[in-house]
């Protein structure tokens, strides 16, 4: 069983930035790939970003691309989310994901492991 916690999240000014963290525990792969999803109200749970825990590779949503950062400090079990230049539009829970694998996929139901999700509002 693979526990995710995140934390992180909270309200900030359009252009402001947020760092997110997702803290991995119990049984753990060591080829397995780390994501960030997000949901807005109303709206489906959407692909952020991901990266691969055996290469470093990353893979990110269109939207948040050369604004958001993703990455992994394997010591600690941990990935990160660094979000930079934040837009109302980015308001959501974010979600942390986990599955088994190679490959960084954007769909929320190839994953098999999910945090509870943490908050992040941009006010405008």
């Known amino acids: 069983q693979v526990q995710l916690v995140e934390s992180g999240g909270g309200l900030v000014q359009t252009g402001g930035s947020l760092r997110l963290s997702c803290a991995a525990s119990?049984?753990?792969?060591?080829?397995?790939?780390m994501a960030w999803f997000r949901q807005a109200p109303g709206k489906e749970r959407e692909f952020v970003a991901g990266i691969s825990w055996s290469d470093g590779s990353t893979r990110y949503a269109d939207s948040v691309k050369d604004r958001f950062t993703i990455s992994e400090d394997g010591a600690k079990n941990t990935v990160h989310l660094e979000m930079n230049g934040l837009k109302p539009e980015d308001t959501a829970v974010f979600y942390c994901?986990?599955?088994?694998?190679?490959?960084?996929?954007?769909?929320?139901?190839?994953?098999?492991?999910w945090g509870q999700g943490t908050q992040v509002t941009v006010s405008s």
């Open positions: 119990g049984r753990t792969f060591s080829n397995s790939i």
């Open positions: 994901a986990a599955r088994a694998g190679s490959l960084i996929r954007t769909t929320n139901d190839k994953y098999q492991h």
